[in-house]
């Protein structure tokens, strides 16, 4: 493999998960106070700055077109392929899993780091439960009924013949062209019952957001970028999670049970800001690790580029779903 490749002659796994600093004390495994931040930072071998930034915006993106059935690189289409995606999702899983505990064990010595990467390992958990639920949930022979059914109600008008192609299908029509809309909105809704592996992001960002709280807290007082940055997302996070909060509780006050009370309105709308701010904690945490190791971009060493890589890359694997 030209990534293995990489690896530096007489490379040694071993060698490599000892880490990369020394502790201060032989019984207290602890992040040593003589060693600086970008050297502590020296065994995370996972994205973070503008690289780490760039693949959580993906993730993201990934979850969101495969909770609505739709290819992530193509999203004009639907997902066909069950056993295809499954295995690429398992593959990835399996690939992100291994390169997290391995970063894990070399950060053995700063528990924050730890923590942080364990949060990425369930970060990588999660999509990978999203991605393989919705390879179960795929029924392309219905979608593809549906499509013909949908060129034929257009064949006497023209209209839409390349868009039924495709599988989408123009609200505007009769009533027989409304029921075959009614008929892909429930397949194309069905995908949402993956957004029920959400949560676990929310307790993933509990775990990460220790570990980053503690170095922003011992760093923030002298780290002018570190600084910048808490206050930039901070009165972001305050705008998202008050306005997630109020549309959760006012945009759907008869249609969710929950809604029925005011107590039921303030938990839902509570829920919905939680998951708001723990997606915008990660991409916050990407810059945070970024100044912190003096690289806002991200850039791997040499040291754990090979792992780095495929990690970044086998975290893309479920955008391959087709």
Same mark, same amino acid.
């Given at each position: 493999?030209?990534?293995?490749?990489?690896?530096?002659?007489?490379?040694?796994?071993?060698?490599?998960?000892?880490?990369?600093?020394?502790?201060?004390?032989?019984?207290?495994?602890?992040?040593?106070?003589?060693?600086?931040?970008?050297?502590?930072?020296?065994?995370?071998?996972?994205?973070?700055?503008?690289?780490?930034?760039?693949?959580?915006?993906?993730?993201?993106?990934?979850?969101?077109?495969?909770?609505?059935?739709?290819?992530?690189?193509?999203?004009?289409?639907?997902?066909?392929?069950?056993?295809?995606?499954?295995?690429?999702?398992?593959?990835?899983?399996?690939?992100?899993?291994?390169?997290?505990?391995?970063?894990?064990?070399?950060?053995?010595?700063?528990?924050?780091?730890?923590?942080?990467?364990?949060?990425?390992?369930?970060?990588?958990?999660? &999509?990978? /439960?999203?991605?393989?639920?919705? !390879?179960?949930?795929? *029924? #392309?022979?219905?979608?593809?009924?549906? @499509?013909?059914? %949908?060129?034929?109600?257009?064949?006497?008008?023209?209209?839409?013949?390349?868009?039924?192609?495709?599988?989408?299908?123009?609200?505007?029509?009769?009533?027989?062209?409304?029921?075959?809309?009614?008929?892909?909105?429930?397949?194309?809704?069905?995908?949402?019952?993956?957004?029920?592996?959400?949560?676990?992001?929310?307790?993933?960002?509990?775990?990460?957001?220790?570990?980053?709280?503690?170095?922003?807290?011992?760093?923030?007082?002298?780290?002018?970028?570190?600084?910048?940055?808490?206050?930039?997302?901070?009165?972001?996070?305050?705008?998202?999670?008050?306005?997630?909060?109020?549309?959760?509780?006012?945009?759907?006050?008869?249609?969710?049970?929950?809604?029925?009370?005011?107590?039921?309105?303030?938990?839902?709308?509570?829920?919905?800001? &939680?998951? /708001?701010?723990?997606?915008?904690? !990660?991409?916050?945490? *990407? #810059?945070?690790?970024?100044?912190?190791? @003096?690289?806002? %971009?991200?850039?791997?060493?040499?040291?754990?580029?090979?792992?780095?890589?495929?990690?970044?890359?086998?975290?893309?694997?479920?955008?391959?779903?087709?």
């Amino acid at each position: 493999m030209p990534t293995l490749a990489l690896l530096p002659r007489g490379f040694d796994l071993k060698e490599w998960l000892e880490s990369p600093y020394p502790t201060n004390s032989s019984t207290v495994p602890s992040l040593p106070a003589t060693a600086s931040i970008p050297s502590q930072l020296q065994c995370y071998a996972l994205p973070y700055g503008l690289i780490g930034f760039i693949s959580h915006l993906l993730t993201y993106l990934t979850m969101f077109l495969l909770s609505r059935g739709l290819d992530p690189l193509f999203p004009w289409r639907y997902l066909r392929y069950k056993y295809y995606n499954l295995f690429i999702s398992t593959l990835g899983l399996l690939i992100t899993v291994v390169v997290t505990i391995l970063t894990i064990i070399r950060c053995k010595n700063g528990w924050q780091l730890i923590l942080v990467a364990t949060w990425k390992l369930v970060f990588s958990l999660t &999509l990978s /439960a999203m991605a393989l639920h919705a !390879a179960t949930l795929i *029924d #392309w022979g219905k979608i593809k009924t549906i @499509n013909k059914s %949908t060129t034929a109600a257009y064949t006497t008008t023209g209209k839409g013949r390349n868009q039924s192609r495709i599988g989408i299908i123009p609200i505007s029509g009769n009533e027989s062209r409304a029921g075959l809309v009614n008929e892909l909105d429930k397949v194309k809704y069905s995908f949402s019952k993956i957004m029920i592996w959400s949560p676990i992001l929310a307790i993933g960002g509990v775990i990460g957001f220790t570990g980053i709280a503690s170095l922003v807290k011992a760093n923030i007082a002298t780290n002018h970028q570190l600084k910048i940055i808490t206050i930039v997302f901070g009165a972001t996070a305050a705008v998202v999670g008050f306005t997630t909060m109020v549309y959760a509780m006012v945009a759907y006050p008869d249609q969710r049970c929950l809604m029925s009370n005011i107590f039921g309105s303030f938990l839902f709308g509570g829920m919905c800001c &939680l998951v /708001a701010l723990t997606v915008l904690f !990660a991409l916050y945490s *990407d #810059w945070v690790l970024g100044a912190l190791a @003096n690289d806002l %971009t991200g850039v791997p060493s040499q040291d754990v580029l090979v792992f780095y890589l495929i990690y970044f890359l086998a975290k893309r694997l479920p955008m391959f779903s087709f």
